[in-house]
């Protein structure tokens, strides 16, 4: 079973500087199954990237998602008001299929 | 516009049984796995298990295996979440996610509200 590490557990940043978030896995993860998530308080997740460096639909360009074996990244380039929330990374597993979460990083304003 | 509407908030005593469910519209609801997540109170995202709504198809993670029963009525278009006995520690948020495959992968892309569950004594 893979585990999922997030770092790190808080980030206290002010608008307009640059986020950047760790997820670590327990074992080699093909990018491919590397999704990220953003939950606000009161509200359903939502997806950002998957496949490591792809946004969802709608979502802006200062998100970006990278990395590869066991080491990911999510970047965000100027906090907006609106990114202060709950990150989460989230691998997919194809045999069996699994849908393993990290423990979430919170971004709270500064 | 896909939507998953979940039914309401549910306050329960221990022991009792409790369903409770997802509403898909928007979309065809026979061709999308169905996934439910818990959310205990102040903590993150855990997958339960998924159903395929089309054939009632249910895998369920290895850490709720037992502990409920995921179903399907495909002629309403909702899924359920159910449990015979609850306890405690089954206060949470649920969530049901519409699973979509992208290339490789399988994503949550449409998220439902939420079900809060409290079970007191």
């Known amino acids: 079973e893979i585990v999922l590490t997030q770092s790190p557990g808080t980030l206290s940043l002010s608008p307009g500087e640059r986020a950047t978030l760790s997820c670590r896995a327990s074992q080699s993860v093909s990018s491919s199954y590397l999704a990220w998530y953003q939950q606000k308080p009161g509200q359903a997740p939502r997806l950002l990237i998957y496949g490591a460096s792809s946004r969802a639909t709608g979502i802006p360009d200062r998100f970006s998602g990278s990395g590869s074996g066991t080491d990911f990244t999510l970047t965000i380039s100027r906090l907006e008001p609106e990114d202060f929330a709950v990150y989460y990374c989230q691998q997919y597993g194809s045999s069996p299929r699994t849908f393993t979460f990290g423990p979430g990083t919170k971004v709270d304003i500064k | 516009e896909v939507q998953l509407v979940q039914s309401g908030a549910e306050v329960k005593k221990p022991g009792e049984s409790l369903k409770i469910s997802c509403k898909g519209s928007?979309?065809?609801?026979?061709?999308?796995?169905i996934g439910w997540v818990r959310q205990m109170p102040g903590k993150g995202l855990e997958w339960m298990g998924i159903?395929?709504?089309?054939?009632?198809?249910?895998r369920y993670s290895p850490s709720f295996q037992g502990q409920v029963t995921i179903s399907a009525d495909k002629s309403i278009s909702t899924a359920y979440l159910q449990w015979s006995s609850l306890k405690a520690s089954d206060t949470a948020m649920y969530y049901c996610?519409?699973?979509?495959?992208?290339?490789?992968?399988?994503?949550?892309?449409?998220w439902g509200q939420g079900t809060l569950v409290t079970v007191s004594s």
């Open positions: 159903i395929y709504p089309g054939d009632s198809d249910t």
């Open positions: 996610a519409r699973l979509t495959p992208v290339s490789e992968l399988e994503l949550f892309d449409y």
């Open positions: 928007g979309y065809s609801f026979t061709s999308y796995w």
